[in-house]
């Protein structure tokens, strides 16, 4: 059964830092594209950045030199370490698989951990 | 950055009632067009995905339809676990982008 359990979720002040972490198992998770996807309280989806299974990344603009995907596919393990954090960042964070696989688009998501970036 | 318009916001249908929820692309997608579903407190399911392709376990009433900019998504006949937020995802381009959403209510 395919997993993706997201931790590291946290109350942190506007400029502050904080790193998440995504579990995987139940699949082959270094041959698969893994994705951040956040969603603001009461707002829509909104796809923050992507890793390649060999490490080539993407980024929303609007994290750019702030955020930064990666992977250790010994682990088994996602992460999102997110730098100078804005109010605007605030969200529930997801990580999904894909958005390219044997099943293209996100097929499996994890329940999410809150992000609150507030003074 | 290819913007997508769902149509529309709200849709008020009854159980048993046939759903159509619409996703317009601001310039062509080709297929690579997926829908999800999300209820409150929970994370998105994949419904479907390259436009008309069914994700794994999802039931025969849920069609999707489309191909370049305009895009359907059809409830054949709904059941009451189906009313939530539908959203629609693009991966043509980089960004990837979803539209807003269709929330449909009893």
């Known amino acids: 059964e395919v997993q993706l359990v997201e931790s590291g979720g946290d109350l942190v002040q506007p400029g502050g830092s904080l790193r998440l972490t995504c579990a995987a198992s139940?699949?082959?998770?270094?041959?698969?594209?893994m994705t951040w996807v956040r969603q603001a309280p009461g707002k829509g989806l909104e796809w923050v950045a992507s890793?390649?299974?060999?490490?080539?990344?993407k980024y929303v603009d609007s994290v750019k030199g702030r955020f930064t995907i990666s992977r250790d596919n010994a682990q088994n393990s996602l992460y999102l370490q997110m730098n100078s954090l804005r109010v605007e960042d605030t969200a529930v964070y997801y990580c999904?698989?894909?958005?390219?696989?044997?099943?293209?688009?996100?097929?499996?998501w994890g329940q999410g951990t809150l992000v609150t970036v507030s003074s | 950055e290819i913007v997508l318009t769902q149509s529309p916001a709200t849709l008020s249908l009854s159980p048993g009632e046939r759903a159509t929820l619409s996703c317009r692309a601001s310039q062509s997608v080709s297929s690579y067009l997926a829908w999800y579903q999300q209820k409150p407190g929970q994370a998105p399911r994949l419904l479907i995905y390259?436009?008309?392709n069914r994700a794994t376990g999802i039931p025969a009433r849920f069609s999707g339809s489309g191909s370049g900019t305009d895009f359907t998504l059809t409830i054949s006949s709904l059941e009451p676990e189906d009313f939530a937020v539908y959203y629609c995802q693009q991966r043509s381009n980089w960004p990837i982008t979803f539209g807003q959403g269709t929330r449909l209510d009893i």
């Open positions: 999904a698989r894909g958005p390219f696989g044997v099943v293209n688009d996100f097929d499996y």
């Open positions: 890793m390649k299974e060999d490490g080539g990344e």
């Open positions: 139940g699949f082959t998770f270094s041959t698969c594209w």
């Open positions: 390259d436009a008309s």
